[in-house]
């Protein structure tokens, strides 16, 4: 293993990315880099830009997309991708050459890419954070700490769909809207994914007074992560935002009910006991019947369907047949009548989950 020094004028020249953005600089004195050095998930790596690809540009720490260029020298975290739309990557066995494969700062090596999407950014990563101690940094010694609230967790809700770009996120922030209009205080949480800024900030925008993901639990994503660990993560978050006396969460959960995790994720007792009440979120009504019939197979508490199916007046009244469910588009969502489609009100948000448990 080869130990090098970096300085602090370079390492703040870098672009420093979303993903490893609670990253303490001043703690990062050397960098790790050699044939025999491994990176693994959440592992933190200063990389140079080597050709522009499909992300041509990085989310930065605090929400600006920055364009990337030809050299530029980046610092982004190791970590898996699942986006059917996009590619399927995994963190690689070595230090060589690899891909930008998500804006917010993922790197891995790209397996399998969508027909529509173009080839991705590649980067040269130069070598391993680490500290004084040549210790490497990783995603996990940002994380926040695990907490046993003594808070009664606010009625939470739980969005999710039948794949990427079926309006999950959409879902999410409007429902925070609206309940933000009954009077919530609100909480919300992206409990899966990949790690990226957008769908945060945009539940921040929507009036979540806490807005925390998986990487705030140490995950640059959360593909290949076993059910417990992302258990944990729920735990992990739910229990922030009740720290924080939210009236209620919001919490979203990335790509579809076939994906690996979030299939195993519909099975687990941590998510049953966690959620009050499901929004289903779908493209079109075949999906929705299916997801619809999913969830009250595994006797999940599904309240309503959304998601881009509602642009259509028809698909609307398509899925309100097949599925008997509420079927809410964005100004019903947005509305503060939404608190009495999931029969809750600020007061009783509270009482309800002591008593449940």
Not at 111 to 135: C, D, F, M, V, W
Request: proline letters at 4%.
């Amino acid at each position: 293993m080869d130990i090098s020094f970096i300085s602090q004028e370079r390492l703040l020249n870098a672009k420093l990315a979303y993903t490893p953005r609670n990253l303490d600089l001043e703690g990062v004195t050397t960098l790790l880099s050699g044939e025999d050095v491994v990176p693994r998930s959440g592992d933190i790596v200063l990389a140079k830009v080597t050709k522009i690809g499909h992300h041509a540009g990085l989310e930065l720490a605090h929400g600006r997309r920055s364009a990337l260029f030809v050299g530029d020298e980046i610092v982004v975290c190791y970590g898996h991708r699942y986006a059917p739309d996009q590619f399927e990557a995994q963190v690689p066995p070595d230090l060589g050459l690899c891909d930008l494969v998500a804006s917010g700062g993922v790197a891995a090596r790209m397996n399998l890419r969508h027909a529509n999407t173009k080839a991705p950014t590649s980067i040269e990563p130069i070598g391993l954070l680490a500290n004084a101690n040549h210790q490497r940094i990783n995603l996990k010694d940002t994380a926040l700490p695990k907490l046993n609230s003594l808070f009664s967790r606010p009625y939470t809700v739980g969005v999710v769909g039948t794949s990427m770009n079926a309006g999950k996120t959409t879902t999410a922030a409007t429902l925070i809207r609206g309940l933000t209009n009954a009077g919530f205080k609100v909480g919300a949480a992206k409990v899966t994914g990949t790690g990226s800024g957008r769908d945060t900030w945009l539940m921040t925008d929507a009036g979540s007074k806490l807005t925390l993901d998986f990487t705030h639990a140490g995950y640059p994503s959360t593909y290949l992560a076993t059910p417990e660990q992302i258990d944990g993560i729920i735990e992990t978050l739910v229990a922030h935002l009740s720290v924080a006396k939210v009236d209620a969460i919001v919490i979203e959960v990335a790509d579809g009910l076939l994906q690996c995790e979030t299939a195993a994720l519909l099975d687990s007792r941590v998510f049953a006991k966690t959620v009050d009440s499901i929004i289903f979120a779908a493209g079109d009504a075949m999906g929705a019947a299916a997801g619809v019939e999913c969830l009250q197979r595994k006797n999940l508490p599904i309240a309503a369907v959304s998601g881009r199916l509602t642009a259509s007046p028809l698909a609307i009244i398509e899925t309100g047949k097949i599925t008997g469910m509420p079927v809410l588009d964005k100004a019903a969502l947005s509305s503060q009548t939404i608190a009495e489609v999931l029969q809750i009100s600020p007061q009783m948000s509270g009482m309800r989950n002591a008593a449940a448990r």
